[in-house]
Structure formats: structure tokens, C-alpha cells
């Protein structure tokens, strides 16, 4: 059973950039997985930041992008804010009607 | 302005069944792909089932597949998860999601949970 891999948690300093990565257990990334990114904070309900790779969702600022890195999808976020401190999670298309998260990256901005 | 207003959450004894419903507007419920995706209490997303807009067409999750089943009603753009053989690692907050793929939108969840 694939498995989708993103770091369990990461900090970066207010104004820095940040990279984080979504992988597989087995096998690349690639646009053909549809990787969408999502941004949760602790009592909400997710938000989509991306979608298709790289597509911001609407009111998502420029600073979050989206790319394929290597053998990974990968959200950056560049001058990182104190807000933007949440739990990340990717998603990927797997063929067959289904989609499998990853298991999230928490985000510390300190 | 979009909204998903899931409801139908509570507390059910293992074995037991439940059915949850998102209520949709502020686009064309009918035109789009419409997903649950549950969320076990402190630990990450899980995709749990999707449905084409027209009902045609149903995937599901290998952990709920023949307990769980998703359906539609696009004259009330309802969108429904009936849930039997509960187990006590069903319980999550569950939320509808539209267009998991497309930037879709996320309601704000309902808590299930299977306890004795």
C-alpha cells in the first residue's frame, strides 16, 4: 500500500522561506498525481491553499507556491508570517477514484 | 459565497449506524465531484469516499468499503454519507469537501463517535 510521506514538522523564522515536501513510499511525484496542499489550523476545518500542482486557490496569497521538486511535490512559502503557523497537509490522486493523504507537517514559526 | 453544512453527527454504540448529510449552496452542486474526508482526534486527513455529480459513479476507502455508502440528492444539493457496522476507529470529525482536486471548498465538520 502506497504511502504518502511529508516531514512531521518543521520551523522556519518570521520573513524566511520555507520548503516542505509530499513523496511516496514508493515511486515519484509528478503532476499526474494532482497534489493539492492544505492548510490547517488547531479547531478548524482545513483550507485549500493549492491545487493541481501549483493553482492557488482563490484569496491565497502569492507568497504559498507550488512545484514539483526531484521525486516530490513541494509547497514554499516565502517572508513566512506568524498566522501561517499550521498543520500542512497534501493530497494525491492515486488512480481509481482515490486520493491519499499525507500524514501532515506541522509548521512553528518562531 | 459557497457554504458545506455537514450535520448528523453524535454518539453510537459500536455496530451501529448513522447517516450524515453536507448541505450545499453558492455553486452547482449538480456539476462537481463531491468527497468525506474524516479526521480521527489528533491525527491527520483521511480521504474516505467521492461521488460524480450526477451519482454515477462512487469510490471508496478500503477501510469503510461495503459499510459505508455516499449518495446525492441534487434538487435538495444534499450530499450524504450513510454509515453502518460502526467501529470504534471510525470515530473523526468528518467533513464534506467539494472538487478535492480543483481547489474545493471544505464545510467545518461533525464529530461521530463510536463508543459504548
Known amino acids: 500500500q502506497t504511502v504518502v510521506t511529508q516531514e512531521p514538522s518543521f520551523s522556519v523564522s518570521p520573513g524566511g522561506t520555507v520548503t516542505l515536501t509530499c513523496g511516496l513510499s514508493s515511486g515519484s511525484v509528478s503532476t499526474t498525481y494532482y497534489p493539492s496542499w492544505f492548510q490547517q489550523t488547531p479547531g478548524q476545518a482545513p483550507r485549500t491553499l493549492l491545487y493541481?500542482?501549483?493553482t492557488r486557490s482563490s484569496g491565497v496569497p502569492d507568497r504559498f507556491s507550488g512545484s514539483i521538486l526531484g521525486n516530490k511535490a513541494a509547497l514554499t512559502i516565502t517572508g513566512a508570517q506568524a498566522d501561517d503557523e499550521s498543520d500542512y497537509y497534501c493530497?494525491?490522486?492515486?488512480?481509481?477514484?482515490?486520493?491519499?493523504f499525507g500524514g501532515g507537517t506541522k509548521l512553528t514559526v518562531l | 459565497e459557497v457554504q458545506l453544512v455537514e450535520s448528523g453527527g453524535g454518539l453510537v454504540q459500536p455496530g451501529g449506524s448513522l447517516r450524515l448529510s453536507c448541505a450545499a449552496s453558492?455553486?452547482?452542486?449538480?456539476?462537481?465531484?463531491m468527497h468525506w474526508v474524516r479526521q480521527a482526534p489528533g491525527k491527520g486527513l483521511v480521504w474516505v469516499s467521492c461521488i460524480k455529480g450526477d451519482g454515477s459513479i462512487t469510490f471508496y476507502a478500503d477501510s469503510v468499503k461495503g459499510r459505508f455508502t455516499i449518495s446525492r440528492d441534487s434538487a435538495e444539493n444534499t450530499l450524504y454519507l450513510q454509515m453502518n457496522s460502526l467501529r470504534a476507529e471510525d470515530t473523526a470529525v468528518y467533513y464534506c469537501v467539494s472538487e478535492i482536486g480543483k481547489g474545493g471548498y471544505w464545510g467545518q465538520g461533525t464529530l461521530v463517535t463510536v463508543s459504548s
Open positions: 493541481n500542482t501549483n
Open positions: 493530497v494525491l490522486f492515486m488512480g481509481s477514484g482515490s486520493w491519499v
Open positions: 453558492g455553486f452547482s452542486f449538480r456539476n462537481y465531484w
